[in-house]
């Protein structure tokens, strides 16, 4: 139904409806991420193949588009038509969507996740013209729903059911100016009238965010959330566990976040306990100070839309019971390109992953045409870039297992879930971080914590006797390690493997002792630290495997195995050791450093992901068959004394993230 309401009524002050989502623009004119607010009038796509039909059904439902080219034949959303951060001027006979990533209203996951059954969307416009109105369904079918003529001042609304909605789907508007221009003054998506937050009132949240050694971009963060007064006003506390040797308070631009921020900032200095004991840290203050509903949990180096805090608490304000409500990820470099959409954990193997495509640009193709987006999909967990967490659950389930980094974020969310708390991953609520892409920190000092905290998550949770595919997995990895010479990456997982099997008692006790002890077990590897000085590195003399070995593509099965067994033979017996001072063959780029090429060298220098750095890989027989022998032994053993250790670390998970054991931590760290 569409009605004309007085412009009298300005949006986002009507005191008969509670607004969940407002209709926002970019506050900076910032050109790479004006795709994700506005969309250009005008797309098309072909395909690149004949037979895209079949091909996309061979690759599923969930995969991307990437056998299109697509086209933009019009680029309407300029700049110049931004009016501050909530306003835009169409020019005249023109039109533009606001069928984007932070304007479309994510109607599948409201109606699967809250007491609403609908939605009041108010449109508040200057000028002459159309505002038209869409939903989609859940395979990405648009129909147009509603529309209404316009002119003059004038304030549109429109009441909208969650009737078609179950497996997916969005509501959103379009402008098209007529023979003169046409302006959104404002917009937001409203509860209906009638509606009430489940605990009868509107929540709040304390915010959490540990920062090492990252100033300049924590303070920017802190006065972004300080720069919206009406998001601050849901905000109780801001908590900065600072656990770096360069402290905030020193950083450029933390004198405006403390103005903005005002009493609400605190700042804690700790020693570092990793990104489970700064958040742990956090929720015990939250849990101590007794103000808040929720506390929202944030990584020190992201950019974040403030509106997505509203959105969050607001979705959080209607669920039909308490759960973990995350955020999205887009790549701060990259500011149109999605990174993580909703991540799941794989049981049989026990390895955490996107469950959805693993990148999208909206830059290259926008919601409407993106199918995949349309379809609502349920997360196990959300990473701790953006992660609020009620205090209920907060009560129930403990704080973070004290597993210093990686894994602590999925293995919260499994617990949680385990009492009956899910995990829900909200379109629209989003920070951009740091992107992963040129990371590899499966071979730095970071692979201890993947292997040791993976297992110890699987000790907890897995639902398979004796782990399930877990300990096959990680023989595989040791062995693709030691072919790939990365001798120090597998001692590390040998390590890893140590710690598990001394139990839980070990977790608390290696927290903040365990990281130089891995740092010093990597200055005993040529590959283990990176040569930063491009006068250092050794002189490359060519030599070694043929052209072919540096075959790109993944290699098939019936390719692996007699290259697998001809390579097992030329690593166990061929003589080769690092004291031979071997020259390097090759110096290779990180994208080609594959795991089917690096293992035909005997020693070659590699660049790291980032760039950074080189490493240098020599392969050592000795190493070699000692790490072999090591690894079989330890799947042995795990597989072993799975029960009994699964039985250990379930029983000790009550003390492991209780309250009162962080007490006893935080009250030794300050």
């Known amino acids: 139904m569409t009605s004309t309401l007085p412009a009298a009524v300005p949006v986002g002050t009507a005191v008969d409806l509670d607004l969940v989502q407002r209709v926002i623009l970019p506050a900076e004119h910032d050109p790479d991420i004006l795709p994700l607010y506005v969309d250009a009038d005008t797309w098309t796509s072909f395909p690149l193949y004949e037979d895209e039909g079949t091909l996309q059904q061979q690759r599923g439902f969930l995969q991307p588009d990437t056998d299109r080219a697509v086209v933009r034949l019009s680029e309407r959303g300029v700049l110049g038509s931004l009016i501050e951060d909530r306003g835009f001027r169409v020019p005249h006979r023109r ?17 699967r996740w809250t007491t609403l059954e609908g939605i009041t969307l108010r449109v508040r416009t200057s000028g002459e013209g159309q505002i038209l109105l869409y939903r989609s369904n859940a395979r990405g079918v648009v129909q147009r729903v509603d529309s209404v003529s316009v002119s003059g001042d004038n304030t549109a609304e429109f009441e909208l059911d969650f009737a078609f909605f179950t497996d997916g789907g969005w509501y959103w508007f379009d402008l098209a100016a007529e023979e003169q221009d046409f302006a959104l003054e404002e917009a937001g998506w409203y509860a209906p009238a009638g509606s009430s937050p489940t605990r009868g009132r509107s929540g709040t949240t304390s915010v959490a965010i540990t920062t090492l050694n990252r100033g300049e971009y924590c303070a920017k963060l802190l006065a972004d ?32 976040a403390q103005e903005r921020l005002g009493a609400k900032l605190r700042v804690i200095e700790q020693a570092n306990i990793g990104g489970s004991g700064g958040f742990a840290r956090g929720m015990f203050e939250t849990l101590e100070a007794g103000e808040s509903d929720n506390v929202l949990l944030l990584d020190d180096d992201i950019a974040i839309e403030p509106e997505s805090i509203r959105r969050a608490l607001k979705f959080g304000d209607y669920l039909t019971a308490p759960a973990i409500v ?3 990820m887009f790549d701060m470099y990259d500011k149109s390109h999605l990174l993580a959409f909703a991540e799941g954990v794989e049981r049989w193997n026990f390895m955490w992953g996107p469950i959805t495509p693993p990148g999208h640009d909206f830059a290259t193709s926008n919601l409407r045409q993106t199918r995949w987006l349309h379809r609502r999909v349920d997360a196990d967990y959300n990473g701790w870039w953006m992660s609020m967490i009620p205090v209920e659950v907060l009560r129930e389930t403990g704080l973070s297992l004290p597993v210093f980094i990686k894994w602590d974020d999925a293995e919260y969310s499994l617990r949680a879930a385990e009492r009956g708390f899910p995990t829900v991953t909200l379109p629209g609520a989003a920070v951009w971080h740091i992107s992963w892409v040129d990371k590899d920190d499966s071979q730095d000092w970071q692979a201890f914590y ?29 062995l693709k390690h030691l072919l790939s010479m990365q001798y120090f990456a597998a001692a590390a997982r040998a390590e890893a493997y140590r710690s598990v099997l001394a139990g839980p008692e070990s977790l608390f006790a290696e927290l903040g002792t365990r990281l130089p002890k891995v740092r010093e077990l990597a200055s005993r590897f040529p590959d283990g630290v990176p040569i930063r000085d491009k006068n250092a590195l050794p002189v490359v003399r060519p030599g070694g495997p043929a052209p072919q070995s540096h075959k790109r593509n993944y290699p098939t099965r019936a390719e692996t195995l007699p290259w697998l067994a001809k390579t097992l033979r030329r690593h166990y017996l061929q003589p080769a050791s690092v004291k031979d001072e071997t020259p390097p063959q090759v110096h290779l780029p990180f994208s080609d450093a594959r795991w089917w090429v690096v293992p035909a060298y005997d020693s070659l220098l590699v660049t790291n992901a980032e760039g950074s750095g080189v490493l240098w890989h020599r392969r050592d027989r000795g190493l070699f068959r000692s790490g072999l022998w090591r690894s079989i032994r330890f799947r042995q053993r795990l597989r072993a004394e799975w029960p009994e250790l699964s039985r250990r670390y379930r029983e000790s998970l009550g003390d492991l993230t209780s309250v009162e054991s962080w007490r006893r931590v935080f009250s030794g760290t300050e």
Do not use: C, M
């Open 225 to 256: 959330i300080g720069s919206r007064p009406d998001v601050l006003a849901l905000v109780d506390r801001v908590f900065v566990v600072d656990q770096g040797s360069e402290k905030i308070k020193d950083a450029a631009g933390f004198a405006l």
């Open 450 to 478: 993947h292997a040791r905290n993976r297992l110890v998550a699987a000790l907890l949770h897995s639902p398979f006797p004796k782990g399930g595919g877990l300990t096959r997995a990680n023989l595989a990895l040791d």
């Open 95 to 111: 039109k533009v969507s606001f069928g984007t990533y932070f304007n479309a209203f994510p109607t599948s996951y409201w109606r």
């Open 326 to 328: 995350g955020g999205h």
